[in-house]
């Protein structure tokens, strides 16, 4: 049923952020990113489930990959809990959380965790994933996590999404 939900609820909110900008950008095209890049990774992952990025919502395969969830439907479940937890509050990812949460009881304890863990991570929710295809993936995943990144040029990169420099897509 949270199956069926997700693939009817997601072309659904493509549809509502019409505004939001596609990437233009098809798996073949992540694939062709230098290994360790964020782009890359996002290609080996679209690749790994057999999936194109579906316009408008392409961040949301960031979100797996540097999070670290599967397309399994509580790690999608315990996704939304995170996001939630790290300051995303829109309604689709809220009210996919909610509902995970009625639908999955049994599984309340391992949401609140990823709820905790997205509060204590570093705010991703002013970032434009499609300006970081080309960065490392371990410096993006280290500054999420609050870990010692040394590369300037993306944590100045990072600081101006955050400020609202370079708007979120």
């Given at each position: 049923t949270l199956l069926w939900l997700l693939g009817f609820v997601i072309p659904?909110?493509?549809?509502?952020y019409s505004r939001r900008k596609p990437?233009?950008?098809?798996?073949q095209d992540l694939l062709q990113c230098k290994p360790g890049t964020l782009g890359r990774e996002m290609g080996l992952f679209l690749e790994a489930g057999d999936l194109q990025p579906?316009?408008?919502?392409?961040?949301?395969?960031?979100?797996?990959?540097?999070?670290?969830?599967?397309?399994?439907?509580?790690?999608e479940a315990a996704m939304q809990f995170f996001l939630v937890g790290n300051g995303k509050h829109?309604?689709?990812?809220?009210?996919?959380?909610?509902?995970?949460?009625?639908?999955?009881?049994?599984?309340w304890n391992y949401f609140k965790q990823e709820f905790i863990r997205g509060k204590q991570a570093r705010s991703m929710a002013r970032w434009n994933f499609r300006y970081l295809l080309d960065d490392d993936y371990t410096d993006l995943?280290?500054?999420?996590?609050?870990?010692?990144?040394?590369?300037?040029?993306?944590?100045?990169?990072?600081?101006?999404m955050e400020n609202g420099v370079l708007k979120a897509a």
């Open positions: 659904v909110h493509a549809k509502i990437w233009g950008l098809k798996r579906v316009p408008r919502v392409e961040r949301h395969d960031a979100y797996h990959v540097l999070l670290d969830y599967t397309l399994e439907v509580k790690q829109s309604p689709f990812t809220v009210g996919t959380a909610i509902f995970a949460g009625l639908m999955l009881p049994e599984e995943r280290n500054i999420i996590f609050r870990k010692a990144v040394s590369n300037d040029a993306l944590l100045e990169k990072i600081a101006a």
